[in-house]
C-alpha cells in the first residue's frame, strides 16, 4: 500500500499549520478533508487558508464546486483518491481536515455505490412539515445508538440513517460499525490533534469573531445575491446559516457571532467524539505549547 500521512482534529486545533509544516518537512502537499472547503466563493466561514497562508505549499480538494452543488462522500472519496494519486507522482499526500467521514472515505474501501438514500424525499418532505426534533425522535425509537451518535440538526445524517432502516431492516449503528472493518486502501497513520478543551474553545470563540472583522457578513450577503438560499447544503453549514438569519433579519449581529461561537464549540466535540469512536487507534497528539515544527516532527515519527 501507498503511504499517506493523515492529519485529523477538531476545527480550530490548528491542522492546517501542521500540514504545511510537515509538508515542508517531507516534500509534500495538502489534501484537504473539509466538508466545506469543497464550495468555491465560501472562504471566510470556512476558514479555507488563503494563498498566503499556504506558504506555497499545494492544496487540493478546495474550491471543487460551486456552492449550488449538493456534495456527496462519494464523489469526495472519488477526487480525493485521484488528488493523493497525483500527489504520489512527485511527493508525499498529506490528508488533513476535521470531516471523519470524508477521512474514512479515503482511507478505507468503503464503496459508496451502495450507500443509497431510496426514501430520502419522503423523510425530507416530513423535516420540513414536522421538523427536524421530530425527525430526530423517530430515529430515536428505532435505532438510539445512531440517535445519540447523530446530532439532531444534522438531518441529512437522520435522513440516512432511517431511509437505511427502512430499506434494509437494519440499525443504521450496525452498518457504521461494519465501516470500521473495512479494509485500508494506504498505509497511513491516523494523527489527531488535541488539546485542553478550554483553550479550544476561546480559539473557536476568536475565530469566529476574526471570521466577521474578516467580512463574513459581506460573503454570505454575496452568495445570497448570486443566487444561493438557505435551503442549500452550502448554506446549512455553521457560520452561513446563522448570518443568513442575521441579514435576513431574525436575530441581532451579537446573536448570530454568539449562535455561531456556541454550534462551533459543540461541533468540536462531536469531532473528537467521531474520532475516538471510528479511528480507535489514531494517534493523540497534544498540541499545547508546541509550535506547528514540533507537531510536525511529532508526526513524522509514526511513519
Known sequence: MEKIYVIAGPTASGKTAVAIAL???????????????????????????SMAEREGIPHHMIDVVAPDVAYSAALYQQQARAAISDVQSRGYPILCGGTGFYINGVLRDIDFAKDTDPYSEIYENLAAAEGSAHLHSMLQQVDPVAAEAIHPNNVKR???????????????????????????????????????????????????????????????????????????????????????????????????????????????KRQMTWFRNQNPDAVVIRVNGKSPGDIAREIKMYY
Open 158 to 268: 437522520v435522513i440516512r440513517a432511517l431511509s437505511y432502516n427502512r430499506e434494509t431492516g437494519e440499525l443504521f449503528s450496525l452498518y457504521n460499525e461494519t465501516q470500521k472493518k473495512q479494509s485500508d486502501v494506504y498505509q497511513a497513520v491516523v494523527c489527531v490533534l488535541s488539546m485542553e478543551r478550554s483553550i479550544l474553545y476561546e480559539r473557536i470563540n476568536q475565530r469566529v469573531e476574526a471570521m466577521f472583522d474578516a467580512g463574513l457578513e459581506k460573503e454570505v450577503a454575496g452568495l445570497l445575491s448570486q443566487g444561493c438560499n438557505p435551503g442549500m447544503v452550502s448554506m446549512q453549514g455553521i457560520g452561513y446559516k446563522e448570518t443568513i438569519q442575521y441579514l435576513q433579519g431574525n436575530i441581532a449581529r451579537a446573536q448570530a457571532i454568539e449562535s455561531i461561537q456556541q454550534n462551533t464549540r459543540h461541533y468540536a
Open 23 to 49: 509538508a515542508k518537512e517531507i516534500g509534500g502537499e495538502v489534501v484537504s478533508a473539509d466538508s466545506m472547503q469543497v464550495y468555491k466563493g465560501m472562504d471566510i466561514g470556512t476558514a479555507k487558508p
